[in-house]
């Protein structure tokens, strides 16, 4: 039975008082972390299957990357990279270059900062001035990225927006169209040029096409392959740049670094962030010499490059490939979704399950395919009561991200809290 006191209570009223905005799904109310445990300020211990949302690929309190931290630590946190030379942020560009085969990194500081980079960098180089995204897709709540998405209509209420038209994503378990995979023919991606280009937007206004390998927010939806060999197709006859928003999908979360790479689809121009900096804050728009090209000025910050990120950085993607953590999210993601496929069998609540590596979705639906938009809600917050943290996703997705160095006695012991969680509703 999990603990409770004061403690916590303190602190949320605390935070309810300064803090504006943020979504909390329950009460947690963290203190310190190892592996893939975290520990709450009254000493409770948690099952951490949402790696703080899809962060801590590597798990928490990696001796690495503390002690290349510390390290930097010792010698310099800050350098203003835009504006002076330092090796650690090339050591970091080097890396990634390496580890994707582009040219060119950008830094910066989180993923909402990776995609307006990404923005910027298409209508730079194509002279265009519009954009094309899908509906449940996510890409950031900075007024750019926030333009591309198209989630949550509560992210997107009295902002502006930049010129970006919404296609249908290959949603198969819930067809836009009403059509079934393969007779289908992927027709959700047709409608780009069957409709948008001929209705809306003309290729030569439309500078980039910007998609999630798998939607993450928006549900956890895995599309066919051929849903991205097309758009990459579209991309290539209509001299259209295509985006890749790596963020939560990338860092070896799907077993390959990048998860396009499961489609046989190389992008344009390449976002990531969250795992990629061990916890640390740290973004990267990657693509190639040609396009990113732009002249000095053209774009900027402050912050990146920061030396301590960068040292984080470096000291994660080193270990991420020593550890072989793509062979481990396959294996661990390959057990987790036939145990869910057996408790979808058992509970027919579970909808759908979904996933490459360890970016997996269970789908909960009533029994005529609605939403269980409220059992969802039960069912997370029973979880964490039972020391189990799941996070949610689109409409009634719980979602499954690990760090990818769990074990398989952990996996178990949460499974089993969340069966115990999908009975008690």
Known sequence: MRKITNISGDIIKRDNQVIGSLTRSYDLVVDHAEGSTIYDVEGNSYIDFAASVAVMNIGYNCKAVKQAVCSQLEKMVHCGFPDFYAEMPVKLAEKL????????????????????????????????????????????RTLGALSL??????????FPSLPVVHSHYAYCYRCPLNLEYPGCGVACVEEIEQTIFKREL??????????????????????????????????????????????QSGGFRTGKFMAMENFGVRADIVCMSKSIGGGIPLGATLSTDKIMSWE??????????????????????????????????????????KRLNELKDKYPLIGDVR????????????GDKEPAVQK??????KAFDGGLILLPAGDSVIRFVPPLIISRTEIDKGLEIFERALKGV
């Open 296 to 337: 000095p000025g053209a774009h900027s910050n402050t912050f990146g490059g920061n030396l301590l990120a960068a040292a984080g950085g470096l000291a994660t993607l080193e270990f991420m490939e020593r550890s072989k953590l793509g062979e481990k999210a396959v294996e661990k993601g390959n057990y987790i979704m």
């Open 376 to 381: 969802r809600e039960q069912i997370v917050r």
């Open 97 to 140: 270059c390496g580890m994707t085969g582009y040219d060119k990194v950008f830094l910066s500081n989180s993923g909402a900062e990776a995609i307006e980079a990404a923005m910027k960098l298409a209508f730079w180089y194509t002279k265009r001035s519009s954009m094309i995204a899908f509906y449940r897709g996510f890409h950031g």
């Open 149 to 158: 998405s198209g989630s949550k209509r509560r992210h997107k209420e009295h």
């Open 202 to 247: 003309s290729p030569e206004d439309t500078a980039a096409i910007a998609v999630e390998p798998i939607q993450g927010e928006g549900g956890f939806v895995v599309p066919p392959v051929e849903f991205h060999k097309e758009l990459r197709r579209i991309c290539d006859d209509n001299d259209v740049l295509l985006i890749a928003d790596e963020i």
């Open 355 to 366: 996933g490459i590596g360890l970016m997996i979705g269970a789908e909960l639906v009533e």
